[in-house]
T-cell receptor, first 117, second 113 residues
Framework: EAGVAQSPRYKIIEKRQSVAFWCNPI?????LYWYQQILGQGPKLLIQ????????DSQLPKDRFSAERLKGVDSTLKIQPAKLEDSAVYLC???????????????FGPGTRLTVT | GENVEQHPSTLSVQEGDSAVIKCTYS??????FPWYKQELGKRPQLIID?????GEKKDQRIAVTLNKTAKHFSLHITETQPEDSAVYFC???FGGGGFKTIFGAGTRLFVKA
């Protein structure tokens, strides 16, 4: 099966600019996650969708970050305006519904490496 | 809030030796404990996982143990090989339909040939 797709792979922007990331999960996966991974740290959950509804966005800096998954498939994550501390790899992951075998495994995309200068 | 502590942050072993990475979690509702391996510049990939109703699970050279009472779980890699060199993340998951996973900070494992 095709894996989780993300684009772009790399992005360099100046602080205060805006940026958007795109994710296409594995077909049929209802749950989609966006993580921020700062160099040397573990993935930190930003937002979690179940179909097109938000399950958890408690760690999303809502004053500058937004995300949507309008049709329950693709998702976009936006940062506006960006800060230096937003430099990180943004990982998208998806998982299948609880009733499926391997229900909890998350499949990660290749990530988008963001550098804010 | 929920937290997962992982130790050590860096581990260096000789090829053929064993490596052990330990994690503790704070939320007693956690019922799923995966381990992910992330090679340099690549995405995290699941290598083994364990559910809360199981105390130990093995898959070839990799094993995971879980102590629910102490809220500890560990990854054991035996007969390490240079290709085991990577960053390993433990995680603790909980919830039903809105399943949530909290990751540890990672352990960078170096296997010296």
């Amino acid at each position: 099966e095709a894996g989780v797709a993300q684009s772009p792979r790399y992005k360099i922007i100046e602080k205060r600019q805006s940026v958007a990331f795109w994710c296409n999960p594995i077909s049929g996966h209802a749950t989609l996650y966006w993580y921020q991974q700062i160099l040397g740290q573990g993935p930190k959950l930003l937002i979690q969708f179940q179909n097109n509804g938000v399950v958890d966005d408690s760690q999303l800096p809502k004053d500058r970050f937004s995300a949507e998954r309008l049709k329950g498939v693709d998702s976009t994550l936006k940062i506006q305006p960006a800060k230096l501390e937003d430099s990180a790899v943004y990982l998208c992951a998806s998982s299948s519904p609880p009733r499926d075998r391997g229900q909890y495994e998350q499949y990660f995309g290749p990530g988008t490496r963001l550098t804010v200068t | 809030g929920e937290n997962v502590e992982q130790h050590p942050s860096t581990l260096s072993v000789q090829e053929g030796d064993s490596a052990v990475i330990k994690c503790t979690y704070s939320d007693s509702a956690s019922n799923y404990f995966p381990w992910y391996k992330q090679e340099l510049g690549k995405r995290p990939q699941l290598i083994i996982d364990i559910r809360s109703n199981v105390g130990e699970k093995k898959d070839q050279r990799i094993a995971v143990t879980l102590n629910k009472t102490a809220k500890h779980f560990s990854l054991h890699i035996t007969e390490t090989q240079p290709e085991d060199s990577a960053v390993y993340f433990c995680a603790a998951g909980f919830g039903g339909g809105g399943f949530k996973t909290i990751f540890g900070a990672g352990t960078r494992l170096f296997v010296k040939a």
